[in-house]
C-alpha cells in the first residue's frame, strides 16, 4: 500500500504494462538523483483527453529544451494514453507522464546518447472541484518565487514549487501565489489571473512562468465571450485592487481565489465572493467539458 493511492492501478513504465505496486526503477535513475526530467498531466473526462494535443506539444518542447531524445512520436504517447486509460477504472482520470534521462554512472554531464530514457505513465482517479469549491472559492498567500529561471519547462525538479506549495498549507491556505522581483508569475502549481473593469489580465508567458494548457484555452474561452485580455507585467501592488482572482490548472480547471493573505479579494459589497467574469469563464469551461462527454466516439 502506498500512502494516498487508491487499489493496485495499472502502469506503464518503458514499455511493459504491471500493477503500480511492482513498477521499479533502479536508483540510479537520474529522475531520483537529480530530478533529470519532465513530465506532463492530461485531464480525462468520460474516459476521453482534454487537449491532449497541446499537452503533447508542451511535451515535446520541455523534452527539446532539456535535450532529451525520445524516439516515442506523438501516436506512441497516443497510444500509451489511450490503452492507460482503458486498462484503469474510472470515467474521470488524470494521466501523468514522465520521462527522464534514464540510468547511468552518477554524473552531472549527460550520460552516453545511447541510455534510454525511462518512461513511466499512470492513471489516477480525478475528482474535478467539487460545486461547493467553485461557489465559495479558494484562499491563496502570497509568496517570493524563489524557483530557477526556466519555468517554462515542465521539469520533475519541482522543490520550490513543493515549498511554495507547502507554505501555503501551512498557512491554511490552498495555493501560493508567486512574486519575482515585485512581479506576478503565477502559482506553485497554477496559473494565476486577475479581473480589472473587465479586462482579464495575465503575465507574460516566458522563461518565468509554465504556460499552462489552460493559458492559451483561458484566452480563447474570453475572446468567445467577449471580455478582452491583457497580457502584461502585473506588479504585486495591482494584487490588492483586483476586482477578481482566477486560477487555472489540469486539477483545479478554473477556480475563483477568494483570499489572499487573509484579506477578501474584490470590490467592496462582493468582496470575498467568485465574480461575474469567473462565472461566465467558468459556464464556458463547463460548456467544453460537457462537448467533449457526449461527443461521439
Ligand atoms: C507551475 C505551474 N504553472 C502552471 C500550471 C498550469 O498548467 P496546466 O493548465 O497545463 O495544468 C501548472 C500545472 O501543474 C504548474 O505546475
Redesign the pocket.
Known sequence: MIQGVQGNPTVYLNGDWLPLSEAKISVLDRGFIFGDGIYE?VPVYSKRTFRLESHLARLQRSLAAIQIHCSMQLQDWNAIFTELIQRNKGDDQFLYLQVTRGVAKRDHAFPDPAVAPTIFAMSSPFHPPSQELRETGISVVSQPDERWLH?DIKSTALLG?VLARQAAIDRGAAESVLFRDGFLT??????IWIVKDGILHAPIKNHL??E????GLMQEIAESLHIPVQIRRIRQQEIPQADELLL???TKEVLPIVRIDQRPVGPEGHAGKPGPIYQKIRQAYDRLIQKLRSADQ
Open positions: 498531466v519555468c514549487n503565477e502559482g506553485a502549481a497554477s496559473n512562468i509554465l499552462g494548457i489552460r493559458y487555472t490548472s489540469a
